[in-house]
């Protein structure tokens, strides 16, 4: 049973670097062939998909946080993590990770294969 788990520091200060780590089970991140997904919903917003990384390693990113994310990934652990800089309060929300079998940027729903979500709130 594949299993996410979402980690990483509930509350970051303005234009402070967000870090997330995914920690998977039940499957390697680097079986083909999947696409590793970071995922947010703000308050009160819709899901806004940020990037992924594939079975392979390559990058995908949402155009309009592209210049501020880094996604990458540690084989060894089977974790992937995200990195968004230069963060403000609009950045905050639920942060999810996420499986697809397919490349796909928009979410009207939580995927199925998914973690809990972790609480990320931007303040000073």
């Known amino acids: 049973q594949v299993q996410l788990q979402e980690s990483g520091p509930g509350l970051v200060s303005p234009s402070q670097t967000l870090s997330l780590t995914c920690t998977v089970s039940g499957v390697s991140i680097t079986t083909n062939y999947y696409f590793w997904n970071w995922i947010r919903q703000p308050p009160g917003k819709e899901l806004e998909w940020m990037g992924a990384i594939d079975s392979s390693g390559n990058t995908y990113y949402s155009p309009s946080l592209k210049r501020r994310t880094s996604i990458s990934r540690d084989s060894s652990k089977n974790q992937f993590t995200l990195q968004l800089s230069s963060v403000t309060p609009e950045d905050t929300a639920v942060y999810y990770c996420?499986?697809?079998?397919?490349?796909?940027?928009?979410?009207?729903?939580?995927?199925?294969?998914r973690g809990q979500g972790t609480q990320v709130i931007v303040s000073s």
């Open positions: 996420a499986r697809e079998r397919e490349f796909r940027r928009v979410y009207s729903s939580l995927p199925m294969v």
